[in-house]
């Protein structure tokens, strides 16, 4: 079985660390899930605005700097636009569907910030600790669901915590880093500047963690000078970030504050976007301040709060405060702990617009994980040093409990994003108090049922009219095979209504519902026949009127 391994890859094979290649397994099987699963995901609301976006920033270095139409389009100026750059010029060189692109490439960076996850809990406290990081981000629903189609979350998120592992790499090296790590620290900081401009936090991390660098005992004047020092290093990998930054963002080349000048023009946000916590329904700037902190609560899964709170205090008793390498070690794993509360803290405190559940929080999610992995890496140990027994019966209930998580997962399956843990009683006691399906990811499973009602009918084929609580393209691209489904505009007397269940826009149309989107108990999306209707108010119009 085994004659196609050469003998020194056998050999290397022995060698390695059992964790280390179950964690290899866990990437190439995420690789071939995404691979066999990324078309079962609906283009997201916001993906058509997104792409054209990329268009327009692509539109503008072709034509010269002419065509500046991408500065009034919206508010998406305020964003970087590296990805949609990529997949833009991705669907230029393949030929595949778009859309399809986005999803795969997206998918890809999650898995890629998976493995960062791996690696920096591995360099913080070994290879069982990165396996238990990887799969609890794996197995984390709002991550897993949201690496097909939250173009804009997930790549800013996996950058993050790429540039995080990248920056401990090199602080761990100063006052002479290794340049490859800081050319890859500057790589991944500019595609978190080239995303959103919240990525500026890195600069606020890597502050910190050159000063927890700076040897003991030391002066303030000569720790001062260190970490001056230090900063200098790496000003070559912040201009490389900068560049990268502005190629994807042309708003922030304009004037040199721009990309803080964005950060307050979020925190200024108003738009009529509403947004449900606890059953009661807010508009996005008047969310309660413990929004935030309650979606974490209620949307992660238990085991990764669990493991990541266990962090702190394992450290503690399975550490040597005396000694320097555990010093250092429990100072970067504290410095990954800010980078997930410090993003909380600050929304909390500012008081900012927010909306989605923690959508465009996501990116504190990794660090949870890697906190996750240290957690329960450091509590094993402590029990290993006194009943090897119970350390082992430990092990197997959180590979049990990290295996009946990615089991809801299948069962969500593609709605992982929806995922609730028990604190609220899953999906189904989420459901109508909280947000749920608001990038109308029901549409891909909507259109084939509705097209199979249409089948069974047996009916000469003709066009209907579909009304949809969503975005038009969505609908359109996913009717496009059969071509009997119609958009249907306002006016239209639509024969069909698809919908979420979220801010419970199926009730806003009547109908018989013949099509219904569930998982795990809850109703998540509906298919409604309207020809009933349509015809009864074709027929009283008729009379009306006269022939």
Known sequence: MTTWITPPARSRLGRSDPFDLASALLIAALLALALLTFRDYSISNDEEVQHRYGELIVAYYTSGFVDRSLFHFGNLYLYGGLFDVIAVLLGYLLPIDVYAIRHLLCAVIGIG?????????????????????????SAC?????????????????????????FLLRATRDLPRPRLSDLVLFGLLTGAAFGQRAVGLLIGVYALLAIALRAPRPLAPAAAARFVGRSLLLFVPAFALGYLIMIGAWPWAAIRLFNPIRAIFEFAHFKYPIKTLLFGDIYLMAEAPLAYLPAYLAIKLPLIVLLGAALAPFALFLAGRPDAARDRWRAGETALVAITA???????????????????????????????????????????EARRRA?????????????????SVLVRLHPYEYLYFNELVGGLAGAAERYDTDYWVNVMHEAVAGLEGVLDREGRPPRPYLVAVCGERLPFEHEAATRKRLKWAA????????ISPTHMRCDRTVDGTVVVRIERMGALIG??????????????????????
Do not use: C, E
């Open 490 to 497: 306002d006016n239209d007397p639509a024969d069909f209504f």
């Open 341 to 383: 509360i410090l993003p909380v803290m600050l929304q909390v405190v500012g008081h900012g617009p927010i909306f989605s559940g923690m959508r465009h929080f996501i990116f504190v999610i990794p660090p949870l994980a890697v906190l996750a992995g240290i957690g329960f890496d450091r509590t094993l140990a402590w029990l």
């Open 526 to 547: 509906v298919v409604k026949d309207r020809r009933p209707i349509t015809r009864a108010n074709v027929d009283q119009s008729r009379a009306t009127t006269g022939p």
């Open 113 to 137: 910030g998976i493995v960062a996850v791996w690696a920096t809990a591995r360099m913080l406290a070994g290879p069982r600790a990165g396996a238990f990081a990887a799969l609890a981000l």
């Open 141 to 165: 629903g709002p991550w897993y669901g949201s690496m097909f189609n939250h173009t804009k979350d997930i790549p800013f998120a996996a950058a993050m915590i790429g540039a995080t592992y």
């Open 390 to 406: 119970l350390a082992k019966v430990a092990l197997a209930a959180i590979g049990g409990w990290f295996l009946w998580t990615a």
